[in-house]
């Protein structure tokens, strides 16, 4: 019960920050700070990305 309130609130939450960005402004802004800096929080979003996809979806595999 628990671990499925905690996947609701998850899913909440990325739902009301894809509602809340822009994509044309979050590019402009990235930029605006500079190629390397936007370059880092690119890369730094796609792992946070997959480690959420992956502590959502993978769970630990018992041998």
């Not at 605006?32 to 502590?55: D, F, K, N, Q, Y």
Request: charged share 15%; hydrophobic share 55%; with cysteine.
């Amino acid at each position: 019960m628990k671990n499925r309130i905690v996947k609701y609130l998850i899913y909440s939450w990325a739902f009301l920050l894809l509602l809340s960005l822009s994509s044309c402004e979050l590019i402009g802004d990235i930029f605006e700070a500079g190629a390397w800096t936007g370059g880092l929080l690119v890369i730094g979003m796609i792992v946070l990305a997959i480690w959420l996809v992956s502590r959502l979806f993978g769970g630990r595999r018992r041998t």
